[in-house]
């Protein structure tokens, strides 16, 4: 399973890839506003900021919502960098778009997934990953990752290459529980992805350790 962080701060993707485990990044216009990313000459810089951290994956979303527009900004932003996948809005002219873009060998992630019907769309579009919003459908007591298991199976019914990257992740277990089910990516906070690291034993176990070792060398 790949691992994503779904952040636009720098300092944070610094710290994901050191870790060694960072397969890529997942920014929206949310995220970019958090980090005071407005206007076009700093957008584009800080896409090309994340694309000399990271290995490959860095998923920019186009702000544009009819087919034209989509195509002329989801063009530039693949020219930034190989890294970029253009992310777009499951809407109509998005759709349009991904079908476009599969043609022309541009990598799409088709973003607010909250539906089979729309992830299987998406796929037959040729998206390269559908983005499912986990953390939202909880928040709306639907079950979320009842929508992995959902479009794992339609996927794998079909042999559909798209890849299922789970979002809207909001702690470790979700993660865990992604795994379980065979998302393909999981994109999530550095904190959810730090979190998986901790067990109490796991102090516990290393402090006895250490103090043991201490006694036995006389220190
Ligand atoms: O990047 C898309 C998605 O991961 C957003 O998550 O926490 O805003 O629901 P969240």
Redesign the pocket.
């Known amino acids: 399973m790949k691992f994503f962080i779904?952040t636009a701060n720098l300092d944070q993707i610094k710290e994901a890839y050191d870790l060694g485990v960072l397969d890529g990044v997942?920014t929206?216009p949310?995220?970019m506003a958090k980090e005071g990313i407005t206007g076009g000459a700093n957008v584009t810089a800080h896409y090309k900021a994340i694309c000399d951290i990271v290995d490959d994956n860095v998923s920019a979303e186009v702000i544009a919502t009819t087919f034209d527009e989509i195509i002329a900004e989801g063009e530039a932003l693949a020219a930034l960098n190989p890294k970029i996948v253009v992310k777009v809005p499951m809407i109509k002219d998005g759709v349009k778009a991904i079908k476009y873009f599969t043609d022309k060998g541009i990598k799409t992630n088709c973003?607010l997934i909250f539906s089979a019907g729309q992830a299987l769309l998406a796929a037959k579009a040729g998206a390269t990953y559908v983005?499912p919003?986990l953390?939202?459908l909880d928040d709306i007591s639907t079950d979320g990752l009842q929508l992995i298991e959902d479009i794992r199976l339609i996927f794998d019914n079909y042999g559909y290459p798209t890849q299922i990257l789970a979002?809207?992740?909001r702690g470790p277990l979700h993660i865990v529980a992604c795994a379980k089910l065979g998302a393909d990516v999981i994109?999530a906070p550095l904190s959810a992805i730090i979190a998986l690291l901790k067990h109490p034993l796991t102090d516990s176990g290393l402090a006895t350790f250490l103090a043991d070792h201490k006694k036995a060398a006389g220190l």
């Open positions: 779904d997942t929206n949310s995220l973003t983005s919003f953390g939202r979002a809207s992740i994109t």
